[in-house]
């Protein structure tokens, strides 16, 4: 069973920066695909960064030239680095893995908090 531990969130101030961490156990980590999702309270849930397998990425327009998505396949590990933070980022931050045959895991994420 794959399992996606996030860690990274917390609270910071409006213009501040954080880095996000998952780390996925099982096998054959660098041939699926990564995302980050977040969800705000009363929000449905939104993409907000992926990676393939072949480190092609994508961003939500709200996020674009803020966020940057990257993985070390050696560790099993995506990141999430977070610049210029706005306090409509407030959301609870997921990651997933999604294989190449279709099959996706959720982590239980992780609250990122953006309020002076």
């Known amino acids: 069973q794959v399992q996606l531990v996030e860690s990274g969130g917390g609270l910071v101030q409006p213009g501040g920066s954080l880095r996000l961490s998952c780390v996925a156990s099982?096998?054959?980590?660098?041939?699926?695909?990564m995302g980050w999702y977040r969800q705000a309270p009363g929000k449905e849930r939104e993409l907000v960064a992926s990676?393939?397998?072949?480190?092609?990425?994508r961003y939500a327009d709200s996020v674009k030239g803020r966020f940057t998505i990257s993985r070390d396949n050696a560790k099993n590990t995506v990141y999430l680095e977070m610049n210029s933070l706005i306090p409509e980022d407030t959301a609870v931050y997921s990651c997933?893995?999604?294989?190449?045959?279709?099959?996706?895991?959720w982590g239980q994420g992780t609250q990122v908090t953006v309020s002076s």
């Open positions: 990676i393939t397998s072949d480190t092609i990425t």
């Open positions: 997933t893995r999604k294989e190449y045959w279709g099959t996706e895991y």
């Open positions: 099982g096998s054959r980590f660098s041939l699926a695909d």
